[in-house]
């Protein structure tokens, strides 16, 4: 199990209500928080917020991710493109536990548009407190990197 006690964090404009909500949740209950923006509604360009992201966690920075945007496809195509990276786009609480227990997720990209704040708040509790089941996942996990 890991522990996971730093978290990165960033998201476009479409996702920054829900990113500074779940920020809050996060702080609160006590974890480290790398926000790498962006804080306000104005356009941005997701690929400037995700990359910070990735990087952080694919240097051990930080434990995980999490990313925002309206679809979560955009962001999440972009810190996949960072060789250690695995990161899952989920709607419901259970994707979000697959993510971790099957393919050992590392950063949660949420749709900010298709999901509630309050859904978000059940799928990172979840992402967070899912371990990663091993076993025959494991050998699956190796095969995902191209290098």
């Known amino acids: 199990m890991i522990e996971i006690k730093k978290i990165a964090v960033g998201g476009d404009h479409a996702g920054y209500q829900q990113k500074d909500e779940i920020v809050a949740m996060l702080k609160e209950a006590g974890y480290e928080l790398v926000d ?4 306000g509604p104005e356009s941005v360009d997701y690929p400037d917020y995700a990359h910070p992201v990735a990087e952080e966690v694919e240097q051990g920075k930080a434990d995980v991710g999490i990313v925002f945007c ?9 810190v996949n493109k960072h060789q250690g990276i695995r990161a899952a786009i989920a709607w419901t609480k259970e994707l ?4 971790r227990q099957h393919n050992n997720a590392n950063i949660l990209s949420i749709p900010a ?6 859904t978000t708040k059940e799928m990172v509790k979840a992402f967070l407190t899912t371990d990663f089941e091993g ?3 494991e050998r699956r996990i190796k095969k995902i990197a191209c290098g």
């Open 70 to 78: 309206g679809s979560g496809n955009g962001i999440a195509m972009t």
């Open 96 to 99: 979000a536990e697959l993510a």
């Open 36 to 39: 790498f923006g962006t804080n």
């Open 113 to 118: 548009r298709f999901v509630s704040l309050e």
């Open 135 to 137: 076993g025959r996942h």
